[in-house]
């Protein structure tokens, strides 16, 4: 089964790797993961215990239609999603709900496309992509939903993004210079400067230094090409086709207590590059230790499971 709709190709491919979660202190929770099953059309967004594998739907969003993409608010008590459920011509607004799936408010218009919400690190604040002008565009809301700003502007695709740990920065993805380019930015859009290339992939072992994928380099390999740059944009480290995660896995979530990481990964047997859509379409969700040791396959679905936070 398919999902619904899907973001262009560009936005998957830029913002593949994007840890859309992170370490951060909060109360323990399960893992949240959108997913399509036979029961129902599209996607919908689920809740796994890492233990023991039990699995609770969260949203029901109508025949037809599609929540996707959450995350957890840092304080664990809020999970921000996607969903397209108030318009018939599929195009997503930003939502918001308790942990449990009750109290579900939409925060941005009917029919905005907006997608891949972010909360600050201090709660505040939720950046989100929207991609109305047939591109994507960084905004920043506070987090009930009031003071939209737009933060980017031009005629390139703007994504992949995640905070600074003190919430005033947001480092980004964008091919506005023809290729993936790190950019990093000022919390209200100013102070854009290049970092290096590549696609943003979130904190690394500290917040010193993030993940990257570099994509032009992928694609001339034929295997995933990762790095570790610091942000400034000097790089640390880089591989194609192994390191801490070898197959094409991306989303990385981590537990609150930071001795765990969830992602989810095409398995290896269904596995190319570059990845085609038919191979997301059979994601599933895993969990590892945090050195990446012990991996365990949570889901085990004919159809797609992603977008996971912990």
Avoid at 40 to 63: C, F, K, N, W
């Amino acid at each position: 089964m398919k999902r619904l709709f899907s973001i262009p190709a560009v936005v998957l491919a830029l913002a593949a790797v994007v840890a859309l979660s992170g370490k951060q202190d909060s109360p323990a929770r399960g893992i949240v993961f959108a997913s399509v099953r036979p029961e129902h059309e599209g996607e919908e967004i689920y809740v796994i215990d890492p233990e023991t594998a039990q699995e609770r739907r969260l949203t029901y969003s109508g025949d037809g239609k599609n929540s996707n993409i959450p995350q957890w608010s840092p304080d664990g008590t809020r999970i921000a999603f996607a969903s397209n459920r108030e318009d018939e011509g599929g195009r997503s607004s930003i939502y918001v709900m308790n942990g449990d799936g009750t109290y579900v408010q939409r925060l941005t218009p009917v029919g905005s496309s907006d997608y891949f919400p972010h909360w600050s690190p201090d709660g505040t604040k939720i950046a989100f992509m929207r991609s109305s002008d047939g591109d994507a565009e960084i905004y920043v809301m506070e987090s009930d939903g009031s003071d939209v700003v737009r933060l980017t502007d031009n005629d390139a695709f703007d994504v992949a993004y995640f905070w600074s740990p003190n919430s005033r920065q947001l480092f980004f993805t964008s091919d506005r210079e023809g290729t993936g380019t790190i950019y990093v930015m000022e919390a209200d859009g100013s102070e854009v400067r290049a970092i290096g290339s590549g696609s943003t992939g979130g904190w690394a072992d500290d917040e010193n230094h993030m993940w990257y994928l570099d994509y032009p380099k992928s694609l001339e390999s034929g295997a995933p090409c990762y790095g570790v740059m610091d942000l400034e944009g000097t790089v640390v480290e880089e591989w194609c086709g192994r390191g801490l995660y070898p197959s094409f896995r991306h989303g990385m979530c981590y537990s609150t207590d930071g001795t765990e990481v969830a992602f989810v990964a095409i398995p290896d047997d269904e596995i190319s590059f570059p990845v085609t859509e038919d191979q997301m379409e059979k994601s599933e969700v895993y969990v590892a230790d945090a050195d990446g040791s012990n991996v365990r396959r949570l889901t085990h679905n004919d159809s797609y499971d992603g977008h996971c936070s912990w």
